[in-house]
């Protein structure tokens, strides 16, 4: 069952990145490139998670995962500071 809802994780991750980022292609407005941009570091995020329980269990993974979602959620951050004029 959790091997499920690691799956379920990266692909709604991973549908929510192109759909920002089409949105972005769209209209052009910045503030989706940046969410659109979290997004992907969280799909890898969610790819390195089920590498890491369900690929290679005995390897520990837990810095790369750590790594990307630092950068995604910096990434939005920074996009959010960069687009509050």
Same mark, same amino acid.
């Given at each position: 069952?959790?091997? @499920?809802?690691?799956?379920?994780?990266?692909?709604?991750?991973?549908?929510?990145? @192109? #759909?920002? #980022?089409?949105?972005?292609?769209?209209?052009?407005?910045?503030?989706?490139?940046?969410?659109?941009?979290?997004?992907?570091?969280?799909?890898?995020?969610?790819?390195?998670?089920?590498?890491?329980?369900?690929?290679?269990?005995?390897?520990?993974?837990?810095?790369?995962?750590?790594?990307?979602?630092?950068?995604?959620?910096?990434? #939005?951050?920074?996009? #959010?500071?960069?687009?509050?004029?």
């Amino acid at each position: 069952m959790a091997e @499920a809802v690691y799956v379920l994780c990266a692909l709604t991750s991973a549908a929510c990145a @192109a #759909l920002l #980022l089409r949105g972005y292609r769209a209209s052009g407005h910045r503030l989706l490139f940046w969410s659109g941009l979290c997004f992907v570091f969280l799909f890898l995020n969610n790819v390195f998670l089920v590498m890491d329980k369900l690929v290679y269990p005995g390897v520990d993974l837990s810095l790369v995962r750590t790594s990307f979602s630092f950068l995604g959620v910096g990434t #939005l951050l920074f996009g #959010l500071i960069w687009e509050s004029d």
